[in-house]
């Protein structure tokens, strides 16, 4: 099992990052511009992720690729699941809406969410594909 693996909070997961990155508690509140105090209480747990910091979290602590999902699931999960970079976007379209609520109506399963998803990744390879 990978650190990675272990980690099952919001507040470890920035932990984990600040010190891989040799930042302090200290240093790394100070580039986010939130206290000591309020940083070490989301590393503990104590405070839900800071939505008005998460973008510059991202930039700050170098998280990329499929490591920003996993941030805003985290990030959601600690936010009682709502999960800050999706509220936009399901607020925004009325067909993801549509499509949610089907999907929670009919009890679609994780295999076929995951056969959803692989279509659309797809979808999405061949497109790109094109255009290049």
Same mark, same amino acid.
């Given at each position: 099992?990978?650190?990675?693996?272990?980690?099952?909070?919001?507040?470890?997961?920035?932990?984990?990052?600040?010190?891989?990155?040799?930042?302090?508690?200290?240093?790394?509140?100070?580039?986010?511009?939130?206290?000591?105090?309020?940083? %070490?209480?989301?590393?503990?747990?104590?405070?839900?992720?800071?939505?008005?910091?998460? &973008?510059?979290?991202? &930039? &700050? +602590?170098?998280?990329?690729?499929?490591? /920003?999902?996993?941030?805003?699931?985290?990030?959601?999960?600690?936010?009682?699941?709502?999960?800050?970079?999706? &509220?936009?976007?399901?607020?925004?379209?009325?067909?993801?809406?549509?499509?949610?609520?089907?999907?929670?109506?009919?009890? /679609? %399963?994780?295999?076929?969410?995951?056969?959803? /998803?692989?279509?659309? %990744?797809?979808?999405?390879? +061949?497109?790109?594909?094109?255009?290049?």
């Amino acid at each position: 099992m990978t650190t990675r693996d272990r980690i099952c909070t919001f507040g470890e997961y920035i932990k984990a990052r600040r010190e891989a990155l040799g930042k302090s508690i200290r240093g790394l509140a100070a580039e986010l511009e939130i206290t000591p105090a309020y940083l %070490s209480d989301i590393e503990k747990g104590y405070r839900y992720a800071p939505e008005k910091h998460l &973008v510059k979290m991202i &930039v &700050v +602590l170098n998280i990329t690729g499929e490591d /920003i999902n996993r941030f805003y699931d985290l990030a959601g999960q600690s936010r009682n699941n709502n999960y800050p970079d999706l &509220v936009d976007y399901i607020g925004s379209s009325e067909k993801a809406r549509k499509a949610l609520r089907k999907a929670r109506d009919i009890g /679609i %399963s994780d295999s076929q969410w995951q056969e959803f /998803i692989d279509k659309i %990744s797809k979808t999405s390879m +061949l497109t790109k594909s094109h255009k290049g």
